[in-house]
Every structure is written in C-alpha cells, then in structure tokens.
C-alpha cells in the first residue's frame, strides 16, 4: 500500500472514532448536565455532520458500513428528540446510557485500530 493509501486509511479510521465520540458525548448529554454544559448541542451537530460528510466517499463504497452509521445517526436522533420532549426524559435517559455503552464498544474498537494503523 502507498503512503498516500495509508494516510487515507488512518484518516479515515481516525473520522469513525472521532465521528463515534461526539455521538457518545451527544448521549452523555441528555443524562449529564455538565457534559452538556461542554459541548452545546448546536456544536455537537455540526461536527457530527462534518464528519459523516468526510467520511461519505468510504461509506459510500461499503453499503455495510454506511448503513450502521445512518443507524446510529437515527437511533441518536431518536433518543434526543424523547429528551427533548420532556414526558419521557427518564426512559430517554435510560436508552442514552444503554447506547452509550454500545457506542462505547464501538469507539473502543476504532481506537485499537487507529492505533494499528498508525504502525503501519
């Protein structure tokens, strides 16, 4: 592989753990006000919608990929519109922190990656 293919790959990789940690920080949000407190919710929006944006080119290659992110993406936006609401924040808080552990897993997994990827 070229240097240049590397250096699309680790970026690329680097994106989707970026990508997973504004969703986790977006779901410690709704049930941590001081998380909230951190990062507004607009600013939240816009890096993750820079980020899907920088990795749209690989996702479109791998329909697999694309369509577990456009999961998380709806299951994110689910989950904020229930805390939005008011009425059932405290399930939505629950769901938030179960699919943050999920997210967790999934940042975690990413993480190990990059991290292999940058010795190569």
Do not use: C, W
């Not at 997973?20 to 993750?48: M, N």
């Not at 996702?59 to 456009?70: A, E, F, G, S």
């Amino acid at each position: 592989m070229s240097d240049d293919g590397k250096a699309l790959l680790l970026q690329t990789a680097a994106n989707m753990g970026k990508y997973y940690a504004f969703v986790g920080q977006a779901l410690r949000a709704i049930s941590d006000p001081a998380a909230a407190a951190q990062l507004p919710a607009g600013v939240l929006d816009t890096q993750l919608d820079q980020l899907r944006n920088a990795l749209a080119p690989a996702l479109d290659t791998n329909p697999v990929v694309r369509d577990n992110i456009d999961e998380v993406h709806a299951e994110l936006a689910r989950i904020r519109r229930g805390a939005a609401d008011g009425a059932g924040n405290a399930a939505a808080v629950d769901e938030a922190r179960r699919f943050g552990a999920r997210i967790q897993e999934r940042a975690k997994a990413v993480s190990d990656l990059v991290a292999l990827f940058r010795r190569l």
